[in-house]
């Protein structure tokens, strides 16, 4: 079929080639610039649209077919491009702006080059979204496929390959039971993240590695059953450490190829391809080992099941190829490390910043675990001011503020009344709605009371997807599968860090709350403080 359409291509070529070989040069030249400004016209009328280029080139063939609807309010941006600008830097910030400056806040139409893209700054629009199986796809972004995440959960197109991975998943990794059995393992990382903070006596240090370090450990300890000390660092360790982090920069990268196809037929300007090309392997080498490791095992020796384990015992229609079990088993360790992290970087940067709020913490720990015995992950459910701290730190730096991946429509549909063809990319903007002032009380301030039940003009309000004024995980379908684990995660070990040490800020460095967005939001200048018993 390929090849007959190129036979038919070449010979219209042939054909208009025969036609114009009778026209002088000049007149040759004289069609070109007709022709180009031709393009530059319709490029125009498609650009001067609500919503830019690829907004305009869509309506425009709809009227033609004789359609009309409600048209999306939303910037231009510039002809041919549209709003690529938007998206680079801290896009969450421009687009909550333009947005607003569109008197769009519940549904803004924009484009990056050929795409088409809806946003929302909007709880109830946002339920609209994420909750509909119209959206229940991710868009195809080159980089991920490039380095397999198409065969894994996250950017699995919706269907039955998707809902098994979802559910083998659920049953093994995130079930309740899954989480309750790998308490001693956080508690063990927990031990050595207290005896590496211990080390610096009080002198300055930056939290940020050493937080990374435990969250890399947890995933490597649960996905792949691989135990690494803290204290003694692992060439395999820091060698996948620098697989994670090269595909963190790839993933969370604005790749123009994704948006504006001509770039995309042969050139990479920004390196993505040739990146991806030398990282896939890389990981492929890595992942494939373990994986060989663990065939071997499972026929000489019995052990507690990893989930490599796991992967390998699946039979029938579930059984996975060597290939997807490497996707989905490096997604797990991609996805589980930098958001736990991040997160616990920002709640102990608040601590810092507001040391009445640390000390109500710490009163809270001092009754409820008092001064003789270790914490216990049980004591988390005794707790009430701790959790509403790290909701509050959720509200103001949620760490995907666009929700990290967007998602796809996979047929045409109605989003707030307006109607969005299928192939429309949508975007949640949840750092805008968490700071609305409309939807939040005093957004601005970090006011952990707002979730402490019996405080006057307190929320009750679960973060797990059904309350859409604060839903750092997603929602509907494609809601993070990982949740409950991460917020265990981040419960527990925030408890420990605070229970063992005061954190209070240096002298010399100042607590900058700025961020950088990468595939997280992080901070831009990482936390430097010191430690006090
Ligand atoms: C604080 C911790 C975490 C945050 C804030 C977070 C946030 C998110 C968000 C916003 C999404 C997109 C949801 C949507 O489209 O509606 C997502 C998806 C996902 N998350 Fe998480 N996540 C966290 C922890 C984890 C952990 C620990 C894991 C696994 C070990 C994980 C695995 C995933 C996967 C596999 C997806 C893709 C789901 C799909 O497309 O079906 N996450 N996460």
Redesign the pocket.
């Known amino acids: 079929m390929e090849t007959q359409t190129l036979q038919i291509d070449s010979l219209w070529v042939v054909a208009l080639a025969s036609k114009l070989a009778p026209l002088s040069s000049r007149n040759i030249a004289i069609l070109l610039v007709v022709l180009c400004l031709a393009l530059l016209g319709l490029a125009l009328t498609y650009w001067n649209h609500p919503g830019g280029p690829a907004w305009g080139r869509y309506w425009c063939r709809r009227v033609v077919c004789g359609g009309r609807a409600k048209v999306i309010p939303g910037p231009r941006g510039v002809p041919f491009l549209g709003s690529m600008g938007l998206m680079s830097g801290l896009a969450h910030h421009k687009l909550a702006k333009a947005a607003e400056q569109a008197c769009a806040k519940r549904l803004m139409a924009f484009s990056l080059s050929e795409t088409r893209v809806i946003i929302t700054c909007n709880p109830d629009v946002a339920r609209e979204i994420?909750n509909s199986s119209h959206f229940a796809d991710?868009p195809i972004k080159e980089s991920a496929y490039s380095l397999m995440f198409n065969r894994?959960?996250?950017?699995?197109p919706y269907g039955a390959y998707?809902r098994s991975l979802?559910r083998i998943?659920a049953t093994h990794?995130?079930c309740p039971r899954q989480i309750l059995d790998s308490e001693p393992r956080r508690r063990a990382l927990a031990a050595q993240m207290m005896s590496v903070i211990s080390s610096f006596g009080g002198n300055r240090f930056q939290p940020r590695e050493i937080i990374k370090g435990a969250s890399l450990n947890n995933?490597m300890s649960s996905?792949f059953g691989q135990e690494y000390d803290l204290n003694s660092g692992s060439e395999e360790a820091d060698e996948l450490k620098g697989l994670v982090e090269e595909g963190y920069g790839l993933l969370g990268k604005l790749n123009w190829s994704d948006h504006v196809p001509w770039l995309a037929a042969g050139l990479d300007l920004q390196k993505v391809r040739f990146r991806c090309s030398r990282l896939a392997p890389k990981v492929n080498k890595f992942v494939g080992r373990i994986i060989k490791e663990h065939r071997n095992q499972i026929k000489y020796c019995q052990k507690s099941q990893d989930f490599v384990d796991v992967l390998l015992s699946l039979q029938g229609p579930d059984k996975l190829a060597d290939s997807d079990m490497i996707a989905v088993l490096w997604?797990?360790i991609f996805?589980?490390t930098d958001?736990?992290a991040v997160?616990i970087e920002w709640i102990l940067a608040r601590m810092v910043l507001r040391p009445d709020v640390q000390s109500k913490v710490h009163e809270e720990l001092d009754r409820v675990v008092g001064r003789s015995r270790p914490l216990v992950e049980s004591d988390l459910q005794s707790l009430v001011y701790l959790p509403a701290v790290v909701k509050e730190v959720?509200r103001l730096h949620?760490?995907?503020p666009l929700?990290?991946?967007a998602?796809l429509a996979i047929t045409e549909t109605t989003v707030d009344g307006y109607h969005v063809p299928a192939g429309t990319t949508a975007m949640v903007n949840?750092w805008a709605i968490t700071r609305d002032p409309e939807v939040w009380d005093d957004p601005l301030s970090f006011r952990p009371e707002r979730f402490v039940s019996g405080n006057a003009g307190s929320t009750e309000i679960s973060v797990f997807?059904s309350d859409l004024r604060l839903a750092?995980?997603?929602?509907?379908?494609?809601?993070?599968?990982?949740?409950a684990?991460?917020?265990t995660?981040?419960n527990y070990w925030v408890a420990h860090l605070l229970h063992e040490f005061e954190w209070v800020r240096t002298g010399q460095d100042p607590v900058d709350l700025s961020e950088v967005l990468k595939l997280s939001s992080e901070m831009a200048n990482p936390l430097t403080v010191i430690d006090d018993i």
């Open positions: 994420l991710r894994a959960i996250g950017f699995a998707w979802r998943a990794l995130f995933m996905v997604e797990m996805r589980g958001t736990v997160l959720l949620p760490p995907g929700l990290s991946w998602r949840m997807g750092p995980f997603g929602s509907g379908r494609r809601v993070c599968p990982g949740k684990l991460g917020m995660t981040v």
